[in-house]
């Protein structure tokens, strides 16, 4: 389909995007918010990355490499086809690989280049409604490319037992490629999802997805990211929640790959007694570069948050953790709560931890705090001193410091494929050797 | 015709932390033959645990003279898992928690690596099972604690059952057992020697550090040591413990010249 043809709200976001990217520029390195990631190296290359669409004209079939990357996730569905799944090569649906029948009716789970044919119905209510496209330079960027992604409704009251699955697949395998997917969840009252948004890929790859989530009055969504994309990806990820009264959001962001990868997860608390859980866990070694940034803003009464990010750094790595909440005038009763854990495997490894509290109420409990240590070396003795090699003691150890994270992911082939993930990651370490 | 078999032989031992050069072992000499239980006694800093964790391999420590042979091998050359793999195996004083590993998981990789030393297969699950549940009877170890983590909020006398639980599992050659008496209540106190009792053995040697004559009550040692200022100074049969019980250190320390005064 080409751009043309799209339905006027898509044009009016394009062209929002556009224009706004123009007025705002990229960020700054001077710039506050994005002092931890390389803006400058991301500015130089982007250049080189272009859309896939761009480059073949047509639908790209994903390459041998970027099958093998979605094989990879093996356990969470591709494979076994036991998800529903819409899965995007380099931006576009792949509708081969994709499963989307079978769902409750009136539930939608569907490319948004699909109904971009139809009729505007929610969608156009939904699409870009939390406004980042303004104000955002790479949510702008994502607005201006727009040409496909995922809508998710649920409508009031209904409950999806089973997990959807959105795969990105960034294929750089034949040049480095561009992709700009945007994903829309929206939640009815009283309804429950389950979501898990999976980037993998294959060479060199600029993914700037946005994910908007709109959750209804008492609505649950359980939202996993994972990414991991190739160690020569760059990746700037936003997503943004508005909640409702009584809306309930738990995130995981598991970030295990590229070269520079940034986690930006905005959580708007707008309705009384909202509550988000955002867990998160980091692994980068080598020369990569993980960057977290969350804000969770409590606008309203009795609405709680809590935030457990950990992150676990080898080789010259350098990570980030910029956590910010902020309770508002109205935001009585808050409780929130933001913890940082990092694990330094290195002498080189670096990690940058900047909790912030901003509190315009005084009738609230929040709490924050950032540790960073060392594997323990009475645990690492124990355990050798019980016949376990040294390689051994530290990916039990290490294993053991991203399993509180890993426990609390609802989505048992997730958790398999990370801890696999994890144990990989840790072998192909020269110091876990 | 009886052939002694020596486990252990300590020759001049000295040894000091690495961080500060304070000397802490000033010339133990020790031998342990297969079949025997020797306790080391001695006053609290004396150098027990530091000889325990000098055996084990734990880094800190720097042996500056003597040697330590194990069934006829340089001990000290080994890395502290070979030593483990090897058959040497440390209870430790204060066994550390480990949040996050839970106890059989980690029992299992720790027997399949030496079981793997061994020339032998891993266990298969099956076996684990029946295997842990055999010693985790000796020990009268709770199956709830089997599947906790790693000491994680075990309280001190589950922490030494753990222990003895995980001696029995490995099946060591040298057992090392500091303090494994200390936090106990006098039911915990029996338990814990009666599974030490049960591993005793003509192929195996142990070397109990302890302050206390009661564990002695239980656990009937072959030969007992006083170990003060980083010397034995004293050696003797089972009644030493009595006498010590009785009298204290205090005697020992003022007759020390004659036993530690020789030149090194
Ligand atoms: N890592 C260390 N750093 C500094 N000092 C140490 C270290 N390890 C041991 N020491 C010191 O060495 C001396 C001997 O300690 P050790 O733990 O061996 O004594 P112990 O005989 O086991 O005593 P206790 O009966 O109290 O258990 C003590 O003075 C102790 O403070
Ligand atoms: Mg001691």
């Given at each position: 389909m080409s751009a043309t043809a799209s339905p006027l709200f898509v044009q009016n976001l394009r062209h929002e995007g556009l224009e706004a990217l123009g007025r705002l520029g990229l960020p700054r390195p001077s710039d506050e918010e994005w002092r931890y990631t390389s803006v400058a190296t991301l500015e130089k290359r982007l250049p080189e990355f272009v859309p896939a669409v761009a480059r073949s004209g047509a639908r790209p079939a994903a390459s041998e490499e970027a099958r093998a990357a979605v094989a990879s996730l093996g356990p969470i569905g591709v494979a076994g086809r036991r998800l529903h799944q819409l899965v995007f090569v380099n931006g576009r649906l792949d509708s081969g690989l994709s499963r989307f029948d079978g769902l409750p009716s009136g539930v939608r789970f569907e490319a948004l280049s699909r109904l971009f044919g139809e009729p505007p119905g929610l969608l156009a209510k939904r699409l870009g409604l939390l406004g980042g496209h303004r104000s955002h330079p790479f949510v702008a960027m994502n607005a201006a490319h727009l040409l496909d992604g995922v809508f998710l409704h649920v409508p009031d009251g209904v409950v999806l037992a089973e997990p959807l699955l959105v795969v990105h697949v960034a294929d750089g395998s034949a040049g480095p490629v561009a992709s700009h997917p945007r994903v829309v969840l929206s939640l009815g009252e009283n309804a429950q999802a389950t979501v898990v948004e999976a980037y993998c890929g294959t060479g060199e790859a600029f993914v700037n997805p946005v994910t908007e989530i709109v959750l209804g009055a008492h609505a649950h969504l359980d939202h996993s990211t994972l990414q991991e994309e190739s160690p020569e990806a760059f990746h700037v990820g936003t997503t943004e929640a508005h909640l409702g009264p009584g809306a309930q959001l738990f995130s995981h962001v598991l970030s295990v790959g590229g070269r520079i990868a940034r986690n930006e997860l905005t959580v708007r608390l707008h309705g009384d007694g909202a509550g988000a859980t955002l867990d998160g866990l980091f692994l980068a070694r080598g020369e990569q570069q993980v960057d977290n940034h969350t804000l969770v803003d409590h606008a309203r009464p009795h609405c709680g948050s809590q935030q457990y990010y950990k992150g676990i750094l080898d080789g010259s790595a350098r990570g980030a953790f910029d956590g910010k909440v902020i309770v508002r005038p109205a935001g009585a009763f808050t409780d929130a709560h933001q913890k940082n854990r990092n694990l330094l495997l290195s002498d080189t490894a670096r990690i940058d931890a900047k909790p912030q509290l901003e509190i315009y109420n005084n009738d609230v409990k929040c709490t924050h705090g950032s540790a960073t240590g060392r594997l323990d070396a009475d645990a690492l003795f124990y355990l050798r001193s019980r016949a376990l090699s040294e390689g051994q003691a530290r990916s039990v150890l290490t294993l053991a410091f991203a399993s509180e994270i890993v426990d609390r992911i609802p989505v048992e082939p997730l958790r398999a494929h990370l801890t696999e993930r994890v144990l990989g990651w840790l072998a192909g370490s020269p110091e876990a050797s | 015709m009886n052939v002694t078999t020596t486990i252990l032989e300590i020759r001049g031992l000295k040894a000091r932390i690495?961080?500060?050069?304070?000397?802490?072992?000033?010339g133990v000499d020790l031998t342990v033959n297969a079949g025997e239980v020797h306790a080391i006694m001695g006053p609290n800093g004396s150098g027990k645990s530091t000889l325990a964790h000098v055996l084990s391999g734990r880094e800190g420590y720097e042996v500056t003279d003597g040697t330590v042979l194990y069934k006829g091998k340089d001990l000290l050359s080994m890395p502290p898992e070979e030593r483990a793999r090897e058959g040497v195996f440390l209870s430790f004083q204060y066994p550390v928690e480990i949040p996050g590993v839970a106890n059989t998981y980690f029992l299992r990789m720790a027997l399949n690596a030496v079981r793997k030393h061994r020339g032998l297969p891993e266990v298969d699950a099956m076996d684990f099972l029946a295997l842990v549940e055999e010693k985790a009877a000796l020990v009268e170890m709770e199956d709830a604690l089997l599947s906790r983590n790693v000491n994680e909020g075990f309280s001190g006398g589950e922490k030494k059952r753990n222990e003895i639980f995980q001696m029995a599992v490995l099946d060591p050659t040298l057992a090392i057992l500091d303090e494994?008496?200390?936090?106990?209540d006098i039911d915990a106190l029996r338990v814990v020697a009666s599974g030490v009792n049960s591993l005793r053995s003509a192929d195996r040697a142990m070397l109990l550090i302890t302050h206390y004559q009661r564990l002695l009550n239980y656990i009937t040692p072959d030969v007992i040591h006083v170990l003060s200022d980083g010397r034995i100074v004293r050696t003797g049969d089972k009644s030493l413990a009595l006498l010590l019980e009785e009298k204290g250190y205090g005697w020992l320390e003022a007759e020390a010249p004659v036993g530690a005064g020789k030149a090194s």
């Open positions: - | 690495a961080e500060d050069g304070t000397e802490i072992l000033k494994t008496d200390s936090g106990l």
